[in-house]
């Protein structure tokens, strides 16, 4: 089994002010979808933890210079959960956070999936699944020949793993004994037609991750002190490529999302909105979220 | 028309020197670099190659990460599958994300001619010239296959690079200048325009030479880009000759003929024939003796040329 990280080497202080992130990061992306008529609120409500302690606290970046060459790389290789990355990428500084209502209208930066080229901070395109593991891979690869500091960090998801290509970049990863590359698996079982499971089971994950010759940390991916806790453990390992396989709630936060591949890519109702938001604005802290 | 030279490994030798010079290229292959000839640039810089092993697709999208850390990466494995196998990498991570990466595909057309349908490529022309942003550009000699190379290593963006397997007569010398984008007038005539692309250029030339034995003048022309295409020089030709034949070795569907009928069909129609396969795929055989039955041939050029001029006003 992998190791269980039990107490979190983070400050309480930290964790709770990333918790409130998260909160806010969840109100933005159901108000988004709402107000887009599309979009896919389950899985980026799964991610969000792990979205906000990337952008919150691990990730070097500089909001006013988002080429800057030696910034982390992050690629939501899942990119259905764009508005998810949309809302961090606003709170973080990089457009403002009005322009998030924008979301999926004609002429926005803030494409159905994300766009390199249109939005400010977004690394690479994505949208469709199974490029950004090996995509990350490059990213490594050039930081290694460059002698560049960056670290990449690819946000897979669990679905996406079915796909082949994921194995390509997976086994090249190890090959190159790439160190600077962290992928996380947002494991929510849950997919677009229905539990992962029974779709098509991936178990045991983390056997076929550590058979590919990666070092593998599994953890509750809402779990705010863990996350960062095994974000750090990954910049110390040496000679392999780090997976984070996070296990996560689908559509988490959101009582009637949890859970439901209904939820994967529908739009909320104005009622469903007003429920979604008087669960979101009243509570986190009971619901889980604290290390 | 006597002298011939492999064009694959122009390329390879000619990556390898490009690397030299550039210390930013960088070339992926995919288990196949004693056929690519990226062996050339493995060997002497060990450090910028990588293979990944029979795994095109995710090799496609290593070269696209590589390129977004600033490197100009050679990605080398067979036409066929770098343009179907990986043809949604190209399409979202190249195109789309409009990713400096250079797909270099070898083994174009008939030219692994013994190996068969499977390893001959005759639709990477249509499927990669759907691709916006993607440039497209097939090589018709040894000395332009080298030329290629630093050409498509400094363009601004990606390129679709068809190569060939074969031996092929030389018909450049080194002053030709290659530029993308670019068409090259290779012989005058008033008559019509045989517009060739890849080994068929050469065949064309045979093509004019024996049309001017029937009291033909045929121009002859090279399309080497297909992608961005010298409209201006095609339907210069179409207006100053009045017809045209397309040879290519590829489908009729959606390469060279095609990219020349949308042309002058919008602009200027006028009488055009279209050498190259019939819809439908080869077999496995001798190169010279495939391109002869699938109508690939200085013959079939010929006739397609006196068809055209039946067809003229």
């Given at each position: 089994m992998s190791r269980e990280i039990v107490v979190s080497f983070h400050p309480e202080s930290l964790v709770a002010e990333l918790v409130e992130k998260v909160r806010l990061l969840r109100i933005e992306v159901v108000k988004m979808i709402h107000q887009a008529g599309s979009g896919h609120p389950g899985g980026s409500l799964s991610a969000a933890e792990i979205v906000t302690a990337l952008y919150f606290h691990q990730l070097r970046l500089d909001p006013a210079h988002p080429d800057w060459p030696e910034r982390d790389r992050f690629i939501l290789s899942k990119g259905h959960a764009a508005p998810l990355l949309y809302a961090a990428l606003a709170h973080r500084g990089f457009f403002s956070r009005e322009e998030l209502a924008t979301l999926r209208q004609m002429d926005s930066r803030l494409q159905g999936h994300p766009d390199r080229l249109r939005t400010p901070g977004v690394d690479m395109t994505a949208g469709a699944l199974g490029h950004g593991l090996s995509i990350g891979v490059g990213l490594a690869l050039a930081a290694r020949l460059n002698d560049a500091p960056y670290r990449t960090y690819v946000l897979l998801g669990d679905g996406e793993i079915q796909a082949g290509v994921i194995w390509e970049g997976a086994m090249a990863a190890a090959k190159y004994r790439l160190d600077q590359l962290t992928a996380i698996l947002d494991y929510n079982d849950v997919q677009l037609d229905g539990p992962v499971h029974e779709i098509m089971p991936l178990e045991p994950v983390v056997d076929k991750w550590r058979a590919f010759n990666w070092h593998v940390m599994e953890i509750d991916g809402h779990n705010m002190g863990q996350i960062l806790d095994a974000l750090d453990e990954a910049e110390n390992i040496h000679g392999y490529p780090t997976i984070i396989v996070a296990h996560t709630t689908k559509g988490k936060g959101v009582s009637f999302m949890e859970n439901q591949s209904a939820w994967h890519g529908r739009a909320p109702s104005d009622e469903e909105l007003r429920l979604a938001l008087a669960e979101l604005e009243e509570e986190m802290g009971e619901r889980g979220g604290r290390s | 028309m006597t002298q011939r030279a492999s064009m694959r490994v122009a390329y390879g030798k000619a990556l390898a020197e490009c690397g030299a010079l550039n210390p930013e290229l960088v070339v992926l292959d995919a288990d196949v670099s004693a056929s690519t000839q990226s062996h050339y640039f493995a060997a002497r810089f060990p450090e910028r190659f990588?293979?990944?092993?029979?795994?095109e697709a995710g090799m496609v999208d290593v070269a696209v990460g590589l390129a977004l850390g600033g490197k100009v990466p050679f990605v080398n494995t067979f036409a066929f599958l770098l343009s179907l196998r990986a043809a949604e990498q190209v399409r979202t991570c190249v195109a789309y994300a409009q990713t400096n990466v250079k797909l270099a595909a070898g083994y174009g057309g008939l030219s692994d001619s013994y190996d068969g349908p499977t390893h001959h490529s005759i639709c990477d022309l249509a499927v990669m010239r759907a691709m916006p942003h993607l440039a497209v550009v097939v090589v018709a000699d040894a000395v332009e296959a080298r030329q290629a190379v630093p050409a498509v290593a400094e363009y601004a963006g990606p390129v679709y690079l068809r190569l060939s397997r074969a031996e092929v007569p030389v018909i450049f010398d080194e002053r030709h200048p290659f530029r993308i984008g670019e068409g090259v007038l290779l012989r005058q005539g008033s008559d019509l325009t045989l517009m060739g692309t890849g080994i068929m250029v050469a065949r064309c030339l045979e093509a004019a030479e024996e049309l001017a034995g029937q009291g033909i003048q045929a121009r002859v022309v090279e399309?080497?880009?297909?992608?961005?295409?010298?409209r201006a020089l095609i339907l210069q030709c179409a207006r100053e000759t009045g017809g045209l034949v397309t040879a290519e070795e590829?489908?009729?569907?959606?390469?060279l003929g095609s990219a020349v009928a949308e042309v002058v069909g919008e602009r200027l129609p006028l009488p055009l024939e279209r050498v190259g396969l019939q819809d439908c795929f080869a077999e496995t055989g001798g190169y010279n003796e495939l391109l002869a039955r699938y109508g690939l041939d200085v013959g079939h050029i010929v006739a397609a040329a006196r068809r055209v001029m039946k067809r003229m006003p």
């Open positions: - | 990588f293979n990944l092993g029979v795994a399309i080497h880009t297909l992608k961005p295409l010298d590829h489908s009729i569907i959606g390469g």
